[in-house]
Structure formats: C-alpha cells, structure tokens
C-alpha cells in the first residue's frame, strides 16, 4: 500500500490556499507556527500540509533535524513504523522529502522568543473566541497565527563554551563556536578545540588557508568517523597540522584590542604555550529550555503538560509534540511525538477554520491531494 493511500486526510490540501501566508508590515500571517524543526516538527508540517493548513517552521539551528542530526546521525533506528532501520540522518532526509510537496518555508537560525494573544477571534468573526498568537523570533521575525505547536525537543541547542572566563570577552572576535567563513581564518594560528567529527572535519579543511593548524583534545581517542580520524593522523605525519593532547587552561591577549595571542595548554608533562590568533572550540552542542519556557503554560520538569486528547497547552491555541511535550506515561520516541503532532494539528484546524467542519478522508479520495503527493 502506497503511503498516499494509507494516510487520514480530514479535509484537503486545497483549503491551504484559503489562507495562504502574507507578509504585511513585516509580520507574517498563517495558520500555524512550528516552533522546531527536528523529527517531530518535520512530520508535524506534512500532516499540515495533508490538513489543509498553511504553516512556516523555525529552528535555532542552521539546518532541521534536531537530536538525530545534531547527536547520532549515523546511528541506526529500527523502530519508526514500516522502516525497518535507517539512519537518523536518513530518517531526517526522509522527513524533508515527505513534506517538500507542500513547500512551506523553513527559517533557520531563528529562536522562538516572546508569544502575545492579538485579537480574539470572536471580536474578529464572531466565532469561539480564541485569540490569535504573535509569536516573535530573535531575528526580529514575526507571526500572526492562528496556533503555535511547539516541538522544541530537548531545548534550544546551543555550542558548549569554552570554561575560562576570558573567553567572553573573546567571542566573535578569536574565540569561535562555528566555522561560518574559511577565508577568514586565512594565514592566522589557529588552534581547533574537540573530539567529534566537527572538531576534526574543521581542522582538516582550515589547515588548507591557516598558516597553522592544531587540534587540541584532551585524550587520544575520539569520537569521530574512523576515516576522518585516519585522515587527521596522516596529515599530522606528513607535517601538515598538528595534534596536541591536553587541556586549555588560559588565553593570553595582547594589543591595545586585546587580541588573542596564545593559548596555555596543560598536558599531562607541561604547560604550553601556543602562539594563536584564533580558537574554534568545537565541544559539542549542549540544550537550554530558553524562553519557551517562561510562555506562561503549566509547565512539569521542563516539559510543557499537555491535555492528552489535543496536546494543546494550558495556553489555548499552543500546542506541544515531541520531547518537549509531557502527560503520564510520555515516552520520548520519536513515534509518540508523530501521534501528537498529528492530533495537535487536528485541534489547530478548529482555530485557523472556526467555520469549517474537519471530515475525514483518505488522501487517495482526495484528488488535489493525491495529485500533490504522488508527483512530488
Ligand atoms: C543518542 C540518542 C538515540 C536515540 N535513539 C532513538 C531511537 O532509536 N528511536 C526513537 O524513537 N528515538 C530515539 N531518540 C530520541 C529522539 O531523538 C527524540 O525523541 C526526538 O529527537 C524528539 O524529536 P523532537 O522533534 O521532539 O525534538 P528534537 O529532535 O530535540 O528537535 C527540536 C528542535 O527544536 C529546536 N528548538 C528548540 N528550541 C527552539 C526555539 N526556542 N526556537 C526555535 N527552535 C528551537 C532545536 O534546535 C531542535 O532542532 C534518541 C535520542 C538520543 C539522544
């Protein structure tokens, strides 16, 4: 059976163009904001999509896929139905592929930040009286909708940083968490703190434009693709860059900007110092609850408590699937959060069609969307 025709499809895909997003005075209208663009948020825009509902997603991050992007891409998963094992980044390409025929925009590198009830829909149609929700981002977005579901997951991923407290004062400037542009690293000193596969990959391709490159881990072994460990140890035979291990213990400023100018290290014979003009700490990336957290919904050990037959919030017309989401007996797979999802955007229909009645068909009865489905 073709997933097509196995899917529930209340109404259609054609009532999206009922609604379709605008963008006035720099806010943009729709149905429904997704706050998180990891496996759940994915899957949680194709049901969208299948509703009939016009939604955006936006993410923290610079890509989607959350923890099986960001924590175990290459691990194996064996229990999402009817695959019987993929990868998770794999899972995560899927989930892009599944919801692609909808085209809805994905923003990247935007925090959910502040939401505001606007008008209630009574006032504005006369109908049940739900309000619409500004939802308000870091990169100044903003979003009239009519439901927000939020899948934020583990949190807010955010670069662990580097312990030392003249570190601050060095963001941005010589002490990096990402790598954004290679040509600015051109002809520096440049040491690359970690152990993972971005720590690595990172040393291998700035020791093509650096006049140095050193990897700094605090043990011999990683916990990286064995071919890129392989990699990184020749080109530290043949004299390309170099591996130190140890553990940053200060940063050394000079110059009336108070460049960085070296790096101690502390191995287990010495102290080193280093001469370097930029650190790229690539320890991991590490989750914050941020300020979805202070929404004003009841809230049990981080997670928001949801009503189990909507998952909608205490917060009416904000929903919660995935980790994110908490009732007795929640487990945190990645199946549970599809079922939320799935039900949330039921509710949410309600809010953006308060006039309509939701009717269950299956997408192979329903021609548009089939159509879209089927010739993606
Ligand atoms: C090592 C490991 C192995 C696992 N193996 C399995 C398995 O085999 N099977 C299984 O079912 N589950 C597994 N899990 C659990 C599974 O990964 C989670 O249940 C799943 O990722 C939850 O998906 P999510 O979309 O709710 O959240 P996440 O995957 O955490 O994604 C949340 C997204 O929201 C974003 N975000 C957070 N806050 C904001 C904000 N304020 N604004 C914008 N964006 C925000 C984050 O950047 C992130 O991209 C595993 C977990 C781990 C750590």
């Keep these: 059976m073709s997933s097509a025709s196995a899917t529930s499809a209340p109404n259609s895909a054609d009532s999206a163009a009922d609604s379709a997003a605008t963008d006035l005075n720099g806010t943009t209208r729709t149905d429904v904001l997704i706050v998180g663009a990891g496996p759940v948020g994915l899957f949680a825009a194709f049901q969208a999509g299948v509703l009939g509902l016009q939604c955006e997603l936006i993410d923290v991050l610079d890509r989607a896929g959350g923890q099986c992007t960001e924590l175990y891409p290459e691990k194996p998963i064996y229990d999402i139905p009817a695959v019987p094992g993929c990868l998770a980044q794999e899972l995560v390409d899927r989930l892009l592929d599944q919801c692609a025929p909808f085209a809805f925009p994905m923003h990247f590198g935007e925090r959910a930040q502040s939401v505001t009830e606007t008008v209630s829909a009574q006032a504005e149609d006369g109908h049940d009286g739900h309000p619409r929700l500004l939802v308000t981002t870091d990169g100044g977005r903003r979003y009239d909708v009519a439901a ?5 997951g583990a949190g807010a991923f955010a670069p662990q940083r580097v312990g030392l407290p003249e570190a601050a004062a060095l963001e941005d400037r010589h002490v990096h968490y990402a790598v954004r542009d290679v040509s600015s690293f051109a002809g520096k000193r440049v040491v690359v703190a970690g152990g993972g596969d971005s720590a690595l990959d990172w040393a291998l391709a700035l020791r093509k434009v650096a006049a140095r490159v050193t990897l700094l881990h605090r043990r011999e072994g990683f916990r990286a693709a064995d071919g890129t460990v392989a990699e990184m140890r020749e080109a530290v035979a043949a004299g390309e860059m170099d591996f130190v291990v140890g553990m940053l213990s200060a940063l050394k ?48 050990a981080g997670r928001i408590l949801v009503d189990t037959t909507t998952y909608e919030s205490s917060r009416r017309g904000i929903f919660a699937a995935g980790d994110i989401a908490y009732y007795p007996n929640k487990q945190k797979l990645i199946l549970s959060g599809f079922h939320e999802a799935a039900l949330a955007l039921r509710r949410a229909y309600h809010y953006a069609f308060p006039e309509k009645a939701l009717v269950h068909v299956h997408t192979s009865n329903n021609a548009t969307l089939k159509e879209k489905l089927t010739h993606a």
């Design 253 to 300: 400023t000079d110059g009336a900007d108070g460049a960085l100018s070296a790096v101690e290290i502390r191995t287990r014979e010495e102290t080193l110092t280093l001469p370097t003009d930029e650190l790229v700490a690539l320890y991991g990336l590490v989750s914050e609850p941020g300020p979805i957290a202070q929404w004003d919904m009841d809230m049990r």
């Design 148 to 152: 927000v579901l939020v899948c934020t």
